[in-house]
């Protein structure tokens, strides 16, 4: 639709009353062109023969929406847990469960709650305080919100007996055949990108070589 939106406002604290203008301004815009261009997508859909593809795809997309994720096996979703010492690890566990109760509660995406990054970080290094809170990165409204919270959950990982920690991650990359199966499966997928014209969303193979 050749429009850019000035994303600087996605960022700040939206649990603060009142919004100010350029929040207002910001959730405005952010929602203003959302319908022509669902009308502009449904039509180029329908013109490149895809509809029933796309149908497909946003039903499975709301299948996997629909599938609850245990809570006190959140942990396992985050990126990077598998490189966390058992302790760590156990910390990350009571974080993860924590986070996605609430979120479910309040009815708001995780990240909203505390950014995946920002829980790993917490994890990794189990800070005993706000004021180490804050020198790991986390975000003001992270640390007004739920730095208490987050402080005391890393002092019950801390306070656990050796026996009742969970056992390590194993990395997917690291498995026997993980590499060939890999570059197997990303060469059939890109030739049917090249067949359709699909993309193959090449940030994603990125990430996992």
């Not at 009353?17 to 959730?27: D, F, G, I, K, N």
């Amino acid at each position: 639709m050749q429009v850019d939106l000035d994303k600087s406002e996605s960022r700040t604290d939206w649990l603060a009353r009142p919004l100010t203008e350029r929040q207002c301004v910001y959730a405005a815009a952010d929602v203003f062109y959302l319908l022509p261009m669902a009308k502009q997508l449904v039509q180029e859909t329908e013109e490149a023969g895809w509809t029933a593809a796309a149908d497909n795809e946003c039903r499975l997309l709301c299948q996997r929406r629909s599938e609850a994720l245990a809570p006190e096996l959140a942990y396992r979703e985050i990126t990077n847990a598998w490189q966390l010492r058992p302790r760590q690890l156990a910390c990350l566990q009571k974080l993860a469960e924590w986070r996605l109760r609430l979120a479910r509660e309040r009815d708001l995406a995780v990240n909203f709650v505390v950014r995946e990054e920002n829980l790993w970080a917490v994890a990794r290094y189990m800070p005993g305080s706000l004021g180490e809170l804050e020198a790991l990165g986390l975000s003001g409204p992270e640390i007004r919100y739920h730095g208490k919270t987050l402080v005391a959950l890393v002092a019950e990982a801390n306070a656990l007996e050796e026996s009742a920690l969970p056992a390590p991650l194993s990395n997917l990359v690291d498995h026997p055949g993980y590499k060939k199966v890999f570059k197997e499966i990303k060469a059939a997928i890109t030739l049917v990108s090249e067949q359709s014209g699909l993309s193959v969303e090449p940030a994603s193979f990125a990430a996992a070589d």
